[in-house]
């Protein structure tokens, strides 16, 4: 599913932000990337949906071979990959219903499509009373729930959440790490972005830890001890 072959990423003039990371995560699993910031967690994430390139090594994604993409092709590639950010990246002046619609929309999907697949992701993170609402009158915990239904709507072999906890309050942390438990049972391969210890010790799942742009080690069932 996703496999990182040797892979290093350095940033101009010379910072090596990955450092020769080999690592091999398969369809269906929950998996944390863990580590203290700075220590190449998001240049990891951002090297799976293709947002970096690797400048040696190969990435290899859902059968796409991210070090040989072509631009056009990332479109594609991405519909594979949903991705959750810290701080939500809704649209403020777009009603929730809109805001998941509007992924759909620039996708190129039908409007009938549009309007089966907006309440049924809504049901899934069980907003569907609030599909009317504007972000700012939704909680954080809820604006995170709309972002992963966001998330949700091309049906993405992957999920990869990079810190969807950091602006959240421990019991609105809780519900999200439950509802991605939910997607990756589903089948979905989860991989989670965090420097938050008692989430990944929580989870009882694959731990793969970052230091200095390395991997330092990789547990199943595994505890964040760094």
């Known amino acids: ?13 010379n910072v090596a932000a990955v450092r020769d990371v080999s690592l091999h995560i398969k369809a269906g699993e929950f998996v944390s ?14 090297l799976m949906f293709a947002e970096e390139h690797p400048t040696e090594g190969q990435v290899v994604v859902g ?9 056009r092709d990332v479109p594609l590639l991405r519909r594979q990959i949903g991705v959750v950010f810290q701080d939500f990246k809704l649209l403020q002046r777009k009603t929730v219903a809109e805001n998941i619609a509007f992924a759909l929309e620039v996708s190129g999907l039908p409007l009938e499509r549009v309007r089966d697949i907006v309440p049924q992701v809504l049901r899934i993170v069980n907003l569907q009373d609030k599909a009317d609402r504007f972000p700012r009158q939704l909680s954080g915990g809820e604006q995170q729930r709309i972002a992963i239904a966001r998330a949700l709507v091309h049906r ?4 990869l959440a990079d810190e969807p906890t950091g602006n ?7 519900e999200i790490m439950e509802l991605l438990r939910k997607i990756n049972e589903f089948g979905t391969t989860v991989v989670l972005v965090t420097h938050n210890r008692e989430v ?14 390395r991997i330092v080690s990789d547990v199943e069932e595994g505890k964040y001890r760094l």
């Open 156 to 159: 993405p072999k992957i999920l």
């Open 168 to 174: 959240l309050d421990t019991i609105n942390t809780r």
């Open 63 to 71: 059968g796409w071979d991210i070090t040989r993409i072509r631009e």
């Open 33 to 46: 990337i863990v580590g203290q910031s700075g220590t190449g967690k998001t240049t990891l994430a951002k």
């Open 200 to 213: 990944v010790n929580g989870l009882k799942k694959r731990v793969i830890a970052l230091d200095g742009g």
């Open 1 to 13: 599913m996703i496999r990182f072959k040797n892979v290093t990423k350095i940033y101009h003039p």
